[in-house]
């Protein structure tokens, strides 16, 4: 390599690694916090990126062509704003602004800022992303643009970065770049492997990477790598360099006990005079090409599939039915799922639309990753799996919200209806987690043709969407032109002189209909609501219920009592303010086991003769009796 | 290999490979659901691994010396059943209840069993909890027992596995046999690697393992395998297996669509009859040997830490004081933390009792499967990381009480008030995710003697237990002789007159005590429960308020508004039945950014500025105003 020691660019790449250290430290001095030597260790692989690699035009970060640059150590954020300074993307003042109320600069990047695709800060995350962003421009866009990834060590030791290794390989993704900043010291002290970087290849080859390991210093050895990774070859590259965290002031380098922690003054003066720092520069980027997506077929109205109620229909077939019928209206309609389409019913999607389907295996945290990074392509991605296993993604979804992404989730097999696979395939947990990420949607519809209209809903709305479909067969009840708002509900019994309300979703409708019917037998009305929509909850009906159909309500769900259709009635009332009427919630209490699904239900207190005596309990007047458990 | 083919019990094994087989099918079929194929493909691994190379006694599951058998692939529990049927430990007429009410043959395997240490099912979990029951082996017991686990090779896809394999070698956990059955096809077709058995093997080697493929349905290959898996080389091992999924009956083998399909029953009579099927007999199972673990010290009183008040402390370092204290106490207190021990404080526990505590990397899903594997050896895990991160291992949570797996997590850094680091890091859902596990606990206080009491009442709970604590140095509230009972909460302010109850935990308690100030200066009285008890709640005390108080209150918790604090005090009126008092619910409503704790306490509209406002509306009558925003 003696050849390229004298590369016309290094001072250039030594200037900008510089002024990329100088200011990783002076913004995180000035906000008194934040993790400078993260970012010094990956300062000089960024400097050799930036100006001679990627390519992004930082006056239109949505151009189609431009890379794709994610920090998946998110902590290296003073690194990541430097760059944007250093692009002209940024102004000095602002990047001082750093962890500051108000400020874009957040202490781990957001979306906030127009150049940060993802929220990053929760290790792991970047790169099963970057494989969704990935896929999109391979197969969908057709698109040349990189992903570049800058991983740290310490993540490494994150299942869901072998997930993205696996499904990277397996796609071929040659335009992906994951660049491992190897700076041996984790948060506490050394990771796993420390230094070997040979471990690290050895994996990433098994993996079916390009492994190439570097000095993370050594500007010749950071560029041949990256035109190394450049050379498509149906692979993608993991590029392994050897860095000291801290690099480049004396007090600080290889040090332990310098993680997320920023200079004293003191210190920080005595590191820009070793830093040798003299003037702040704009250094130019290349910009992309001007490549036009690969043409998609025009979009066309929906024709939704229709159920005309002669036979009961799984709401999770109708999921199937309707995604497929999304798909050929829009062709920015994309599939995922867990290696369970047969179950799902996402396998209709996938034979119709071989080309917008992407099998994610049993790999759930990439089902969502690949899902948040189709969003950033702008794509309308639905990721479906058993309800019970997006609990193995709850991180990603969580973080897709501070991504401000747009996924479609849609879990099936929900509750201890399910019956006989048990309590492992149960979704006893999936509303209360979906309810609690910021701005989500949660929807839980009850026969077909509202599940139909629900998903196509899904695809107008932003924010993290959930569906929770129901695995049995469950009669039509509503006509094929019934409408459902999102946020609204359904009266579906109803009298002059209703005694309680009965609050039902999903597979507890049913049951509640039957509740109605046997309490009607023994002339006692109740208003029977269907509250599909479980968040936004429609608090209108349940308060004109309270009003007109007196101050006790049963709620019965397939659920634990904790967080989910229960404890979204009591918030809306809770909101309105005033006296709450009177709730007895019907949940699950004890932990089920095996059996038909009618029994299971019968047997966790939520199935119709459950919901008569919780009833006439109320309407006896014998408060909080109902069928509950301790 | 020639010289083995006449292997002295080849016949043996044939034999009761033959009888696994029939009783999957027979199992199965009278089910009318489960997984017969997925049971048959492994059929021949488990008859040579029975009888010659586990070491069980079935008559009692406790032994200490006993080998374990953790069906990684739940969904072969057909094949276990059939195991223990084969080894006397079950009838026939027990086998013939798979699946059905009240059976403890569930569709997944469950500890419902006394052979069987942890439920299974969700996939890509028994791996990561066989590697904690390794360590406990290995490091604490010093016991030679083997660990043996059938792995499906779906789940290979999994992340979590692989956090198992960088785990267990790291920590050369030898006596470790992992078995793949690879036999191809997944639920919904082939799996992204079929019968590329070499993949798995070098994927196994860069990981650190020894790797051995082998033809599954070939007795002496299966010998020699398990022979060379037993001779400890300081690596745990890994058994490639190429096997086919249904496995001695022609119409199934090897065959597309017939995951988790039971046999009709003609199909089962033809199955039947190929299988030669004569008679059901017992085999007998090598006893394990009689060693004692290994000698710890004696157990002492616990001397927790205290706290005189003079200067104000964070409740995540007291939770690290109290954990120290707990281990000099009991030997068989374990430490673990996903490399944040200086962040959670469980660095002090790893410094003053290294050989029982156990680092887990940025690896959480690894983090909390090995306190599940631990608590099946009967010891007393506390594992720790930042609250928010728990959310990565949801699932293993989950499954962890459907094991009935006593753990004990600790979450640190909750909530908004951790400030600049913005919200990637904040934990805003881990009490809805707490709350919603079966028979969980979930505790959360306010000051550092509280912190201790509960730390040390952690210890004798069981179940899942989370204790939630706080980033920023709060001041000492109580006196270290306080008691605080699980399930119980304090009245910190009263009064005869007062007119609203805040109720508040951890840092929004802080938050109260101030706004009663407030208020009392502008001759407002209001009574402040601290809710450290969040689940179970104290409802005795809620309900005491509303008689005593009025009928009116805030609660404030640095949570989204769904499935915390609010949702619990709301759970406890709606248990007690009757109509509900106001209750105000301030919460964090919008995505927060970076800033200071105050500030972003304050943006969140649950500082004490915002209680006082709420208290000041509700008891001007104004309905639901309070703080909150929409």
Request: net charge negative.
């Given at each position: 390599?003696?050849?390229?020691q004298t590369h ?6 030594a ?22 030597t ?5 300062a000089d692989?960024?400097a050799?990126?930036l100006?001679?690699?990627l390519?992004?035009?930082f006056?239109?970060?949505q151009?189609?062509?431009?890379d794709?640059l994610?920090f998946?150590?998110g902590?290296?954020?003073p ?5 944007f300074?250093?692009a002209?993307a ?5 990047l ?10 957040e202490?781990?990047p ?5 150049w940060?695709d993802?929220?990053?800060g ?9 494989v969704?962003?990935?896929l999109?421009g391979?197969?969908?866009?057709k698109l040349?643009?990189h ?6 060590d310490?993540?490494m030791?994150?299942?869901s970065?072998?997930e ?23 948060q506490r002290?050394?990771?796993?492997h420390?230094?070997n970087?040979?471990?690290y290849?050895a ?5 079916g990477?390009?492994?190439?390991v570097i000095?993370g210093?050594?500007y010749?050895e950071?560029?041949?790598?990256y035109?190394?990774a450049?050379q498509?070859?149906g692979?993608?590259t993991l590029?392994?360099a050897?860095?000291i965290?801290g690099?480049g ?6 040090k332990?006990?310098w ?8 210190q920080?003066?005595?590191a820009?005079?070793e830093?040798?720092?003299?003037r ?5 980027v ?16 929906v ?7 002669k ?7 109708a999921y199937?039915?309707a995604?497929?019928?999304l ?6 309609i994309?599939g995922l799922?867990?290696e369970?389409g ?6 209709e ?5 071989p080309d917008?389907f ?7 945290q990439q089902?969502v990753s690949t899902?948040?990074?189709m ?9 479906s ?6 609990s193995?993604?709850?991180d ?9 992404a ?6 099936s097999?929900?509750?201890?209806s ?14 209360a987690?979906?309810r609690a990420v ?12 509202q599940t139909?209209?629900l ?7 932003h ?5 929770r479909?129901t ?9 094929p ?9 359904k ?14 979703a ?5 049951e ?20 599909y ?8 009906t ?14 019965a769900?397939d ?6 259709l229960g ?5 809306a009332f809770s909101?309105?303010g005033?006296?709450l ?7 699950v209490q ?9 029994a ?6 939520i ?8 009833v006439?309990?109320?309407v ?11």
């Amino acid at each position: 390599m003696t050849t390229t020691q004298t590369h016309p660019k290094v001072q250039q790449w030594a200037h900008l690694a510089r002024q990329l250290r100088v200011d990783s430290i002076r913004s995180t001095t000035a906000a008194g916090s934040g993790h400078p030597t993260s970012s010094m260790s990956a300062a000089d692989l960024m400097a050799v990126l930036l100006t001679s690699y990627l390519r992004y035009d930082f006056d239109h970060p949505q151009h189609p062509n431009n890379d794709h640059l994610i920090f998946s150590k998110g902590h290296a954020s003073p690194l990541l704003y430097a760059l944007f300074k250093a692009a002209g993307a940024i102004s000095d003042d602002e990047l001082m602004t750093l962890r500051t109320f108000g400020s874009r600069l957040e202490g781990h990047p957001t979306p906030v800022l127009p150049w940060v695709d993802v929220a990053t800060g929760s290790l792991g995350q970047g790169l099963p992303i970057s494989v969704g962003i990935a896929l999109a421009g391979k197969y969908l866009e057709k698109l040349p643009y990189h992903i570049w990834v800058l991983l740290g060590d310490s993540e490494m030791a994150e299942g869901s970065i072998w997930e993205a290794f696996d499904h990277a390989s397996h796609y071929k993704l040659d335009h992906l770049v994951g660049i491992l900043d190897c700076n041996r010291l984790g948060q506490r002290g050394e990771t796993m492997h420390g230094w070997n970087t040979e471990v690290y290849a050895a994996r990433a080859k098994a993996f079916g990477w390009n492994a190439i390991v570097i000095d993370g210093h050594t500007y010749e050895e950071i560029d041949q790598a990256y035109a190394q990774a450049m050379q498509p070859n149906g692979a993608p590259t993991l590029i392994i360099a050897k860095t000291i965290k801290g690099k480049g002031v004396s007090f600080v380098e290889n040090k332990n006990g310098w993680h997320g922690k920023a200079f004293s003054k003191e210190q920080e003066e005595q590191a820009l005079k070793e830093l040798n720092y003299v003037r702040s520069q704009t250094f130019p980027v290349q910009k992309p090409e001007n490549l036009q997506p690969a043409k998609a077929p025009a979009k066309k109205p929906v024709a939704l599939p229709t159920y005309d109620g002669k036979e009961a229909i799984a709401t999770r077939k109708a999921y199937g039915d309707a995604l497929q019928a999304l798909g050929a209206a829009n062709p920015d309609i994309i599939g995922l799922d867990g290696e369970v389409g047969n179950s799902t019913y996402a396998e209709e999607f996938a034979r119709a639309y071989p080309d917008r389907f992407f099998e994610q295996y049993i790999a759930e945290q990439q089902l969502v990753s690949t899902a948040v990074g189709m969003s950033v392509r702008q794509k309308i991605p639905f990721a479906s799996t058993f309800a019970v296993f997006f609990s193995r993604a709850y991180d990603f979804i969580r973080m897709a919200a501070i991504s401000r992404a747009n996924i479609r989730l849609c879990g099936s097999h929900a509750g201890v209806s399910i019956g006989e696979d048990g309590p492992s395939q149960m979704a006893l947990e999936d509303l209360a987690m979906m309810r609690a990420v910021s701005g989500s949607t949660v929807l839980y519809p009850c026969d077909a043709n509202q599940t139909a209209q629900l998903v196509a809903h899904m695809a107008d709305l932003h924010g993290i969407v959930y569906l929770r479909t129901t695995r049995e067969k469950t009669p039509i009840l509503y006509g094929p032109d019934e409408q459902f708002a999102v946020g609204g509900s359904k009266i579906v019994r109803q009298s002059n002189n209703d005694q309680v309300t009965v609050v039902a979703a999903g597979i507890t409708l049913h049951e509640a209909l039957k509740a109605y019917d046997q309490l009607k037998s023994e002339g006692i009305t109740v208003r029977v609501i269907d509250a599909y929509s479980v968040k936004p909850i429609d608090a209108e009906t349940l308060v004109a219920a309270a009003q007109e159909a007196g101050k006790k309500f049963v709620v019965a769900e397939d659920h634990w009592p904790e967080g989910g259709l229960g404890d979204a009635v009591l918030e809306a009332f809770s909101r309105r303010g005033g006296p709450l009427p009177e709730i007895v919630k019907l949940a699950v209490q004890s932990m089920p086991g095996s059996g038909t699904p009618a029994a299971l239900l019968d047997a966790a207190c939520i199935s119709a003769r459950h919901i008569v005596t919780a009833v006439q309990a109320l309407v006896r007047g014998e408060q909080g009796r109902g069928s509950q458990r301790a």
